[in-house]
């Protein structure tokens, strides 16, 4: 792309389509491996073991952030540890993890609707219609 030219002109080729079904492959996956490791330890032993493993590979390219470093990680264990959390004691007591699954989905459309309410973001046809279809 060149300098100035309009991102709009650029579509979503074969290889973009195939990177992305790759990435909701390896989410179902993702979420059924889950399953499996909170059916096979404890809920809370499950998420500690997987951060655990997300620190240990991210830690050499953590730079603390002068005044953000604190932030940074509260946002980091309340959308990393706790979401886990939570999302684990919700797979160990389902019997039905299809139901899970979709329900979890439902954070796109909220996160849109709090994006409005919140931080007064647009909503445009466009934005509806792709929440919709996802």
Known sequence: MADGEPMANHRFGPGGMALALLVNIMFALNVIAMKVVVDATAPLLS????M???FLICA???RPLPGRTGWLMLYGFLNGGLFLLL???ALFMATN?????IAGQLSVPFS???GALLLGERLNRRKI?????A
Do not use: E, F, S
Request: charged fraction near 5%; aromatic fraction near 0%.
């Open 87 to 89: 999302l684990n004691l």
């Open 129 to 133: 219609v792709g929440v919709l279809l």
């Open 97 to 101: 993890v299809g139901t899970l699954a």
């Open 52 to 54: 655990g493993t997300v």
């Open 47 to 50: 998420v500690a073991l997987r």
């Open 112 to 114: 849109l609707l709090l």
């Open 60 to 62: 050499p390219a953590l």
